[in-house]
């Protein structure tokens, strides 16, 4: 019997027992009886449908953006506030910056990586490590991760790298998972999965260019009840890892991902934020001591053993069908500079279509953006299973906004059959109706409107 049961949709820790989360209600459903409501119906893909749309002097591209509440759930399905989570660095606040120096080589043959420095030191009895400069040192090896799909999966979270070329996150963050992206700084890669150990809670990922990041080392000790460590997480809304103290406060645990068993875990003592999903744990030299793999109420923790045996694996994710429209995670959240008029129109447009409510998004179009002889569905299956993030807005007036933004979407349904990821830069056009704004054209703000990832 497990320990917990933790929600993947809101995070809320159950009682093992459990029917149904008794936060929002999720309740597991048997995959074979899905049956996927896109195979009978041929799909435009996006490429597709902004090429007719800039074809007739308007366009519509999606832009999916991301908004989070700082909170953490506790076990009854109350909220509290995050805030007390103790941040790692020299004063309250502050965060860790720099670049890594040093770590071992991966298990990918374009893994370049200098040797780590070994096993964590027994700590017992002594003081109580400093992270922040071990997060200095590290972070540029921690990822963001996105995914598009269906089922259990979050499809947020972080990875980090053990190779140039390849990474590990949390089995939690892509259950059901149709592509996947990840982002380093700036800059945002199309990854792939390479295998999965669903009983362990891993995920290894294969990315589509190699990362100039901090390559980490694995520990080669289990994580001991008591031990200090950090989160060095990317949480959802910030383009870098920050450190994030804690305690391990249990081990040998037992939860359950969606329909999944996962075992061997550990516990921190700590909130869990959003977008640590997939984060790397740390000891006292550097290496990552384990792998968050959820939260809410105590986050848990796989530990490196259970990483090191995932990277010889060669089992695929287990595959979902899907029952309804694939998506990414329904949160939005808007960067750059903007005013209330624009923001509320790109709030409620992009974020109807990450949260799948593709008639509220159509309503906010203007005349200019429908072509002659296009209609609702044909939008409807552009925008049916992409999500979009870095969203900035670089200007904006009430007549027009600049927008640049990633996108991550199934196979078959971008601007190209064989990617899964493009990074877009749009002029918007706007129109007046009823006090607010409608989206009336779209069209590339120097260049071409979207390059790969």
Known sequence: MPDQLIC???????????????????????????TSATASTRRRPRAGMLAAIIAGTAAVVVLVIVVITQTTRVGNGARIAATPVQKVGSSPGATATGRAS????GTDPADTGPAGSGPAADRSGTAAPDFGPIA??????????????????TRVGSAFLV?????VTSYAALVGAKAVAVTAGDRTISATIRSADPSHGVVVLKLGHPVDGQVFSLADRPLREGEDTAVLGVEVGSATAHPTSARIAATDLTTLVGSTEVSGLAAIDTGYHP??????????????????????????????????????????????HCAGPVSGPATTKINGTSNAAVEQLLSSYFGAINGVDYSTAYAQLGPGSK???????????????????????????????????????????????????????????????????LINKASPHSGRIWHHC
């Open 371 to 437: 072509p002659a002889g296009s209609g609702a569905e044909q939008f409807f299956q552009g925008w049916s299973t992409s999500y979009d993030f870095n969203i900035t807005v670089h200007s904006a007036s009430r007549q027009q906004a600049h927008v640049s933004f990633d996108s991550v979407f199934a196979p078959g349904h971008g601007p190209e059959p064989s990617i899964t990821c493009a990074r877009w830069d749009i002029d918007y056009r706007f129109t007046s109706h009823n006090g607010g704004l």
């Open 136 to 153: 200095e040192r590290m972070r540029s090896g921690v990822l963001g991760v996105f995914a598009t799909g269906c089922g259990d999966g």
């Open 8 to 34: 993947p949709q809101c995070g809320t820790a159950n009682p093992p027992t459990a029917r149904f989360c008794a936060e929002c209600g999720w309740a597991p459903s048997p995959e074979a009886d899905r």
């Open 102 to 105: 040093g770590g071992p080589a």
């Open 275 to 320: 977008g640590w999903t997939g984060a790397p744990t740390l000891a006292a030299d550097g290496s990552a001591s384990g792998m968050m793999l959820a939260g809410p109420q105590r986050g848990t923790v796989v530990p490196a053993a259970a990483i090191k045996a995932a990277l010889d694996g060669h089992e695929p994710l287990p595959s979902q």
């Open 163 to 167: 190779g140039r070329q390849t990474a």
